[in-house]
């Protein structure tokens, strides 16, 4: 198993330029969450899924749209990139089993910085 | 509402000797508690959680947390420093059976040979 993978690893954008991050994961999990990470910040949430079609607003939602049309992708799409859009992006998948509805699993992250 | 506040920012030790790294929560409902570890440009790695069962919770890498109903706490600690466990450490927070996490700020440790 992959488990969670992102997709791209890096990029950068010029401000005003759209684009779409990719999450996939193959434990069949029902819920799916984007966070961005800034620095002495935590995580935030961002978006999030609890099912295939479905999709809500977290923390800090406003320039991000998302996507679930498949219950093992997650596409988080910037409209017009800005500045404060720098960050690092990760997403996370968990399950919707009682006993572990609560751990999420984390990919490896996408490091975009928006000049 | 949660919330989770790591009492320190940074936290240095040497080789060896023991780790403490500070988390306090506050939940309105009974919490789940969690700390990941996050090495130099790496995702998120789960180190323990605890779920209302055993107040005490092992995890990898011989860290242990301990819940603390009357202190809202639940510190992370280690008995001996590796230099590995160089890195930064997160406190989350959810609430019972709820998805959504979280974060605290996050502590770095730093591990001098």
């Known amino acids: 198993n992959a488990g969670v993978t992102q997709t791209p690893k890096f990029r950068v954008l010029k401000t005003g330029q759209s684009m779409t991050l990719l999450c996939a994961q193959d434990m069949n999990h029902e819920y799916m969450y984007w966070y961005r990470q800034d620095p002495g910040m935590g995580l935030r949430l961002i978006h999030y899924?609890?099912?295939?079609?479905?999709?809500a607003k977290g923390e800090v939602p406003d320039g991000y749209n998302v996507s679930r049309l498949k219950k093992q992708n997650f596409l988080l799409g910037l409209e017009s990139a800005a500045p404060s859009q720098t960050s690092v992006y990760f997403c996370?998948?968990?399950?919707?089993?009682?006993?572990?509805?609560?751990?999420?699993?984390f990919g490896p992250g996408t490091r975009l910085t928006v000049l | 509402a949660q919330s989770v506040t790591q009492l320190d920012s940074h936290v240095s030790v040497s080789e060896g000797t023991p780790v403490l790294l500070r988390c306090n929560y506050s939940s309105s409902y009974s919490p789940s508690l969690f700390w990941y570890v996050q090495h130099p440009n790496k995702g998120l790695q789960l180190l323990l959680k605890y779920t209302s069962a055993a107040t005490l919770v092992k995890g990898i890498n011989g860290f242990e947390a301990e819940f603390k109903k009357s202190e809202t706490s639940f510190h992370l600690t280690k008995p001996s420093a590796h230099m590995s466990d160089a890195a930064e450490y997160f406190c989350v927070v959810t609430l019972s059976g709820y998805s959504t996490l979280t974060f605290g700020k996050g502590t770095m440790l730093l591990v001098s040979p």
């Open positions: 899924s609890v099912g295939e079609g479905t999709t």
């Open positions: 996370a998948s968990s399950s919707r089993l009682a006993v572990d509805t609560d751990t999420q699993y």
